[in-house]
């Protein structure tokens, strides 16, 4: 889920050791349409720290520089493009396997590539992983907890609840109190107008009423 196209998975190939060297991660990479009809392309570019899954503003502007002096030198995109590199915010997808586990016990959407119990987008609360393929997931008015497998899902974020505004002003002040070199919110590391676009809650208004046949893939509960 780090990526969606042949054409990101590529260029996650080059830009995972450039983050790695300023000790970052890239969460997720969107090459993507333009806001407006021939203008050009936007190259999404989601990080985190290494050590705790946060990011400075500064640490987004150097890993922004690193990635250009690349993408100017190998050219590997057609067209004319912009670059945006940003935090992936409070609400933020999850991409990654581990990522199940470092945000178990919140609330969280999940959207897969078929349907599962008849249907495709499950909301509940996470508890983990198991086997090292499964999401762990306690849906909403169900008493066993669902086994998704992680090769199903194609879309996956945190929701936006006071549990998880409140996580997030936590980490604000921490970064206050430990000085860091810029101070702003979350959102400000938004350089996008639309970083969620492909991800809105508004998809998930009628999650329950998708109900398939018999022949669908069944979620392992325990």
């Known amino acids: ?24 991660d890239i969460v997720r990479v969107r090459l993507m349409g333009s806001n407006k009809p021939g203008g050009p392309r936007r190259l999404q570019i989601m990080a985190e720290r290494k050590t705790d899954g946060d990011i400075t503003v500064n640490q987004c502007a150097r890993l922004s520089r690193a990635l250009s002096a690349w993408l100017e030198e190998s050219d590997p995109i057609v067209g004319e493009y912009i670059l945006e590199v940003s935090s992936p915010g409070i609400d933020r997808p999850l991409t990654r396997l ?6 178990s016990g919140l609330e969280a959407r ?5 349907l599962a119990e008849g249907r495709k987008r499950f909301r509940g609360i996470l508890t983990g992983t198991e086997d090292g393929e ?8 169900e008493e066993d907890t669902a086994m998704i497998p992680f090769d199903w899902i194609i879309d996956a974020k945190l929701v936006l609840n006071d549990e998880l505004l409140k996580i997030g002003a936590e980490k604000a002040a921490l970064r206050r109190e430990q000085g860091e070199d810029d101070e702003e919110e979350d959102e400000d590391l938004d350089f996008g107008d639309d970083a969620d676009a492909e991800f809105d809650d508004e998809d998930f208004d009628d999650a ?4 398939g046949d018999d022949d669908d893939d069944k979620l392992t509960k325990n």
């Open 1 to 24: 889920m780090r990526a969606k196209t042949t054409e990101d998975r590529k260029l996650i190939e080059a830009f995972d050791p450039i983050a790695e060297a300023l000790g970052l």
């Open 98 to 103: 581990k990522d199940f586990d470092t945000y």
């Open 110 to 114: 999940l959207e897969l590539d078929r």
């Open 134 to 141: 499964y999401v762990a997931i306690d849906l909403e008015g």
């Open 208 to 211: 329950d009423d998708d109900f």
